[in-house]
């Protein structure tokens, strides 16, 4: 097998793995050198010069004249009449250099070099992957759908480095199939067996941070700075910014001229409904601007053990709540304050209204438990809904409601 076969596998590789010329000339030196311990016992008096562009690979061997009597070491000593078959004017002491081809070697010697090639290249290139992408983790990706399983899919980048985005880290909506382009963030990087492990993420809060960072140039400059991001993935999300610049409207920047930059997110995202909120160190307005749309009419602060009571018209708990539940969730979550929502009554209302407490007797304890849940504490709260909108907000069946209903009517009349 001649050298040039040798080099041109060699040279495949540099081109399609993308690994650096320096390292690649240092394992193929390596390999061969470890060739050359195994038939020599050593590889000090060998010279191995490697010419990449042009697929040249030269062993040189070194070895020094002496008397045919003394000869000891044939791999470092070479006798006398030996030397002059080379050139005649060789001395005794001098140093006779000749190449070393590698067919010398044999055809068994030649291939297992070729698969430890393979083998350490391989292993370089994997290690360049995970150094790669341990250093993007936090950083959006795009990639192509290469193949799609039960509980995750498999996605190829630009380099043909193969990404897994589990399941769990889907948006609910999403739907991808075999080719189609996908963006997410790279949340996290191991090695299994051996084997780099890239994790993505489309429902991680860091992927809207990084897509509010793509649309919008006042975040990515730093003049407009995200303070926190909570998500309910492909339902609802809240976005707190703050700017550096009095001149600049932190709200109004991200938004962009009619919902221009937000727009764009928001179709990544699945159509999930995205808040954003001018931060502020004020607690009780940040909980008020989080609680949004939601107008509240007081709020009672316990910062010692990071609780706020908030205080509404009947009309706008709901609103404050939102849908299961997801509103009042997701303010908790950004403020950091556990929130618990009030309706406040005028004098002529409370005297007229009577707390579910007070129907134990007739309704079950759980089934006043959730109506609680979505906000409804007193009978005059329950009947202002709809059947349809209680089957909506709650877990109840419509039989339930409507006896529900029947015995909180049968109070008033």
């Known amino acids: 097998m001649e050298n040039i076969n040798l080099i041109e596998s060699f040279a495949e590789f540099k081109e399609f793995k993308n690994i650096d010329r320096a390292t690649l000339m240092s394992v193929l030196e390596d390999i061969f050198r470890n060739m050359l311990l195994k038939r020599y016992g050593t590889d000090e008096n060998f010279d191995i010069i490697i010419n990449i562009d042009k697929g040249d690979l030269e062993i040189w061997r070194n070895r020094t004249v002496v008397e045919d009597s003394n000869l000891q070491n044939p791999n470092t000593e070479i006798a006398l009449s030996e030397a002059k078959k080379i050139d005649a004017d060789y001395e005794i002491g001098e140093e006779v250099t000749d190449e070393v081809k590698l067919k010398d070697f044999g055809r068994r010697s030649v291939l297992a070099l070729r698969q430890n090639l393979s083998a350490r290249i391989l292993e370089l290139e994997k290690d360049n992957v995970y150094n790669n992408y341990k250093d993007r983790v936090g950083q959006v990706v795009l990639g192509e759908v290469y193949q799609v399983w039960k509980k995750e899919m498999l996605v190829l980048d630009d380099d043909g480095n193969e990404l897994i985005l589990p399941k769990q880290e889907q948006i609910p909506t999403d739907f991808f199939k075999k080719g189609d382009t996908i963006k997410a963030v790279v949340i996290r990087v191991e090695m299994k067996n051996a084997n780099p492990y890239i994790i993505l993420s489309r429902t991680s809060p860091v992927f809207l941070e990084r897509l509010?960072?793509?649309?919008?140039?006042?975040?990515?400059?730093?003049?407009?700075?995200?303070?926190?991001?909570?998500?309910?993935?492909?339902?609802?999300a809240k976005v707190a910014v703050e700017s550096y610049d009095d001149r600049i409207d932190p709200v109004g920047a991200c938004v962009?001229?009619?919902?221009?930059?937000?727009?764009?997110?928001?179709?990544?995202?699945?159509?999930?409904?995205?808040?954003?909120?001018?931060?502020?160190n004020n607690i009780q307005l940040y909980i008020t601007r989080a609680l949004n749309p939601a107008k509240i009419k007081n709020i009672e602060i316990d910062e010692k053990n990071k609780k706020a009571n908030v205080y509404l018209n009947p009309e706008e708990v709901s609103l404050a709540i939102g849908k299961g539940g997801l509103n009042i969730k997701l303010a908790s979550q950004l403020t950091g304050y556990e929130i618990d929502v009030y309706r406040e009554f005028a004098a002529a209302e409370t005297e007229e209204d009577v707390n579910l407490d007070e129907f134990e007797d007739e309704i079950e304890p759980w089934i006043i438990d959730e109506l609680k849940r979505v906000g409804c504490d007193t009978a005059k709260s329950v009947l202002e809904l709809s059947e349809s909108e209680l089957e909506k907000r709650t877990d109840l069946e419509i039989e339930t409601i409507r006896e529900v209903l029947n015995i909180l009517k049968a109070e008033f009349e």
């Open 256 to 280: 962009g001229m009619k919902g221009s930059r937000i727009h764009g997110i928001v179709r990544e995202l699945r159509n999930e409904n995205i808040d954003v909120i001018n931060y502020t």
């Open 212 to 236: 509010f960072e793509n649309e919008v140039p006042e975040i990515f400059d730093g003049l407009i700075t995200i303070k926190n991001v909570v998500r309910a993935p492909g339902e609802r």
